[in-house]
Nanobody
Framework: VQLQASGGGLVQAGGSLRLSCAASGIAFHMNTMGWYRQATGKQRELVATVSSRGAKNYADSVKGRFIISRDSAKNTVDLQMSSLTPEDTAVYYC??????????????????WGQGTLVTVSS
């Protein structure tokens, strides 16, 4: 399984960036795909997810500024980020997850993570 994230970099406040994640080795159509981020000294937090059916979920802090999209033909998930602020500075991680039945018979989530891409927003 590989989740290859790209597109991070340095941008000025108010600018835009587009992150992309290419997935391989998973049944892409069965997975909820998402982006999470972790700023220095903080816990990893959800940014946005898009389910296998296309339902989207955003953190309140990025609503109206970020757009997540998935392309099942290319097995990619993108995050278009606009109106960036220094508070958006973080390492952004691509995530794939789907429900699986554990050995105990209970339902759990199988998660895969990409290597992370750094987004730095200067003021």
């Amino acid at each position: 399984v590989q989740l290859q994230a790209s597109g991070g970099g340095l941008v000025q406040a108010g600018g835009s960036l587009r992150l992309s994640c290419a997935a391989s080795g998973i049944a892409f159509h069965m997975n909820t795909m998402g982006w999470y981020r972790q700023a220095t000294g903080k816990q990893r937090e959800l940014v946005a997810t898009v389910s296998s059916r296309g339902a989207k979920n955003y953190a309140d802090s990025v609503k109206g500024r970020f757009i997540i999209s998935r392309d099942s033909a290319k097995n990619t998930v993108d995050l278009q980020m606009s109106s960036l602020t220094p508070e958006d500075t973080a390492v952004y991680y691509c995530n794939a997850r789907r429900p699986v039945v554990a050995g105990t018979g209970s339902l759990t989530q199988l998660n895969y993570w990409g290597q992370g891409t750094l987004v730095t927003v200067s003021s």
